[in-house]
């Protein structure tokens, strides 16, 4: 795994919990979907960009298809059979809630097989 030092955040209280609450989830996602890949990788990087902060979390997992995008967000949505990775299908959607509530975005990019990135940006 590697990272880099994210850049100060305004985020204390409860606030700063839900911002470790979905840091976590995304965590916990990258390492999960990359459980079966040879050398499992996951990176976690973030930048400034137009008066937000962008977080991003790699991984050289499963991945999914573009096509399907749109279910990622989705309360009960799961785009892998159910028995081949634990899980729900809440963590994202509420992921999303969340940054939403507090004028952030959240979104993804993936390739079968080759890994996903996972972003969430929110206002400086």
Not at 13 to 25: A, P, W
Not at 96 to 109: D, L, S, T
């Amino acid at each position: 795994m590697t990272t880099k030092p994210f850049p100060s955040t305004s985020s204390s209280g409860v606030k700063g919990r839900l911002f470790f609450l979905y840091t976590i989830n995304l965590l916990s996602n990258a390492i999960k979907y990359s459980t079966y890949s040879e050398a499992p990788r996951v990176e976690i990087n973030s930048y400034k960009k137009d008066g937000t902060i962008v977080y991003s979390f790699r991984d050289n997992g499963v991945g999914f298809d573009m096509t399907y995008a749109d279910k990622l967000f989705s309360i009960f949505q799961r785009l892998h059979p159910e028995g081949q990775f634990k899980g729900t299908g809440v963590g994202l959607a509420i992921v999303q809630r969340i940054v939403n509530k507090h004028g952030g975005k959240v979104w993804a990019e993936g390739k079968p097989g080759e890994g996903a990135i996972f972003y969430f940006s929110l206002p400086e």
